[in-house]
Structures are given as structure tokens and as C-alpha cells.
């Protein structure tokens, strides 16, 4: 009996390791095809491949968090289709990453980037109800990891893109830059194909604001 039992355990174990295995390569294939990506429809069916991992991994919040992060993206770059309808789309991807992971700073970063896009589309009329929900999603992202850089990161970048009569500019933005590059240097991701992204553009606000 206790063999019997020896042998289903080492099988289980066996088909989690195999499993596990198989979710980090399909991650780790479809993550460096997204670095590669340059156009709508390239970042559509990369989109669509994370899904589908998701759909496949129902446990795991990382592929939605990917889906999700490119759809925003192309929202604010204004690719893919309408703005609002791709920003949507982002928004639903990213609450089902978050039904699966609760008080996530990566998570709580990019629906602030979801409401960045959703702002931009009409800032005028936007602003007071978008740009409270990007400094409070910021802001639950700090509370939530202190150390990761991400959330310094997004609120560098937005600083650099608001005027300076409305709080914005390189005096804003620089100092916040600066303290983004100093988690960066320190941060480690908890694996290959959990988010690290960010690096390049804390770089370029830091050279655009000497």
C-alpha cells in the first residue's frame, strides 16, 4: 500500500512539474515575441496567445496581466482599433488577473495605465474622474510593494507629459525618475516571466531631464 501511494505521489508531482514546465515555456516564448512586436497586428495576436494560455491556466494571473498590459499600450498609442473599445477590453482583461491575484502591485499599475488611456482619449471631459483613478491605483501599488519600481516609474512618466502649470514638467518628474531607477537596481522579479519591464523609459525621462 504504501508503494502504491509512493508512486501516485511521484506522479503528481511529476505531471505538476511537467505542467508548471510547459506554462513557463509557452510564457517565455510569447513574452519575447511581444519585446519584438512593432505593430497592431502583431500586438493583437500576441494578445490573443496570452489569452489563450489563461484560458488554459486558469489558476495563473500572469497571462491576463500580459494580455491586458498590450491592450492598454495600444489603447494610449491609439493602434488596434478604437481607443475606448481597446481600453475596455484591457479593463476586462486586467480585473480577471486580478480575481486571481488580489493587492498586486503589478496588477494595481496597470489599471492606472487603463485609466491613462481612457483619460487621453478626452482629457477635458476625463480628467477630474480618470485622474483620480490613476494616482489612486499608483498609489495602492506602493502600498502594496513598496520596492517595485514600476509604480514610480508610470508616475515619472505621466509628471513628464503634464504642463507645468497643471503640477507637471522635468522639476516633477526627475526627482520620482530617480527613485524609480533606484528600485530598478535592486528589484528582482520573482521569476523569468513575472514582469520587469521599465527600465528604458525611467533612462530616457533621466536623459531628457538633465
Not at 25 to 37: C, L, V
Not at 51 to 57: G, L, N, Q, T
Not at 81 to 106: H, W
Not at 113 to 134: C, H, S, W
Amino acid at each position: 500500500m504504501k508503494k502504491i501511494i509512493l508512486c501516485l505521489t511521484l506522479f503528481i508531482s511529476t505531471s505538476i512539474i511537467a505542467q508548471s514546465d510547459k506554462f513557463n515555456a509557452a510564457m517565455s516564448s510569447s513574452i519575447k515575441e511581444y519585446e519584438a512586436a512593432k505593430t497592431a497586428e502583431e500586438n493583437i495576436a500576441i494578445a490573443q496567445k496570452f489569452i489563450r494560455i489563461a484560458e488554459a491556466e486558469k489558476t495563473e494571473w500572469l497571462p491576463y496581466y500580459y494580455a491586458a498590459t498590450i491592450k492598454a499600450k495600444m489603447s494610449i498609442m491609439g493602434i488596434g482599433g478604437d481607443k475606448d473599445e481597446v481600453a475596455d477590453e484591457a479593463q476586462s482583461l486586467i480585473d480577471k488577473a486580478e480575481a486571481l491575484s488580489k493587492n498586486n502591485c503589478e496588477i494595481l499599475v496597470i489599471k492606472s495605465m487603463i485609466a491613462t488611456a481612457k483619460m487621453i482619449v478626452d482629457p477635458q471631459n476625463r480628467y477630474m474622474e480618470f485622474g483620480t483613478l490613476i494616482n489612486k491605483y499608483l498609489a495602492e501599488a506602493k502600498k502594496a510593494d513598496a520596492n517595485n519600481p514600476r509604480p514610480y516609474i508610470l508616475e515619472s512618466s505621466n509628471l513628464v507629459n503634464t504642463p507645468e502649470q497643471y503640477g507637471g514638467g522635468c522639476n516633477a518628474a526627475k526627482p520620482i525618475a530617480q527613485k524609480a531607477m533606484e528600485l530598478f537596481n535592486s528589484f528582482k522579479p520573482a521569476s523569468e516571466i513575472h514582469p520587469n519591464w521599465g527600465k528604458e523609459m525611467v533612462e530616457q525621462i533621466l536623459k531628457n531631464c538633465k
